[in-house]
């Protein structure tokens, strides 16, 4: 089973606006990614939290990781239309599985 | 372009039959990941190689699955006599180790979709 639930499945913003995704997760963990997918495509990285970590920038995106809670969240400022997609949290501890949630789909309205 | 690739993109089958899917990683990424996504749902992990070795298998690989990386580079995915659930798409990725020390973070091909009918 999938370890890592993304809240809410679907949001729907106006350009400009910001978006917030929220992600738990089952077991104790080594480390957190993002992934962003479009419509039909493979996933691409956007940013990996460390169980040490607390909070992460990576350009407009702007990840909290609490361990207490098990959850996480991906913050993207000034979002574009460029941004409409599926984000997906990723948990992983060994390194050598890795579970996704349901993902997040995001529509961004130009 | 020297990301990962996954050949074919596409494929249509008949139930019963096999298929046989293939991944070219980023070359020197020794860890590679097998996935598989169906419609509305992130990625399932299947199976893991380090190098040539496969380290972990998902209970989701069952005896109809099988997935070998022989020299360490492509790695290649069968389904045998397969079932209209097998419908997904199967995603491979990689990841490197740079001087001792693992990269969790994974770089995805395209993805191989396939329908079994």
């Known amino acids: 089973s999938q370890q890592g639930e993304e809240d809410p499945q679907a949001l729907s913003i106006q350009e400009g606006e910001n978006a917030t995704m929220n992600c ?3 077991t ?3 480390n957190l990614q993002w992934y962003r997918q479009n419509s039909g495509r493979g996933l691409v990285h956007l940013i990996l939290i460390r169980s040490n970590e607390r909070e ?9 990781l609490d361990t207490s809670k098990k959850s996480s969240s991906l913050l993207i400022t000034a979002s574009r239309a460029a941004d409409t997609a599926s984000y997906f949290c990723a948990t992983g501890n060994t390194g050598n599985q890795f579970y996704f949630g349901t993902g997040t789909s995001l529509t961004v309205i130009p | 372009d ?3 690739s996954q050949d074919p993109r ?3 089958t008949k139930r019963g039959q096999n298929v046989t899917f293939r991944c070219d990683p980023i070359s020197e990424h020794n860890r590679l990941y097998w996935y598989r996504q169906t419609l509305g749902q992130g990625p399932e992990f299947l199976t ?3 190098n040539e070795a496969q380290l972990e298998k998902s209970r989701l690989l069952s005896d109809r699955f099988s997935a070998e990386r022989p020299k360490g580079s492509f790695s290649t995915l069968e389904i045998q006599r397969t079932e209209q659930g097998d419908s997904a798409m199967y995603l491979c990725a990689s990841s490197p180790n740079i001087a001792g020390v693992n990269y969790y973070e994974q770089y ?6 396939l329908t079994v009918t």
């Not at chain 1, 992460?56 to 995106?61: E, F, P, T």
């Not at chain 2, 995805?108 to 979709?113: D, V």
């Open chain 1, 24 to 26: 738990s997760y089952k």
């Open chain 1, 28 to 30: 104790s963990i080594n």
């Open chain 1, 56 to 64: 992460k920038h990576s350009g407009r995106l702007r990840v909290t």
């Open chain 2, 2 to 4: 020297t990301g990962v």
């Open chain 2, 10 to 12: 596409h494929k249509i």
């Open chain 2, 48 to 50: 893991y190689f380090q």
């Open chain 2, 108 to 113: 995805f091909g395209p993805g191989t979709r």
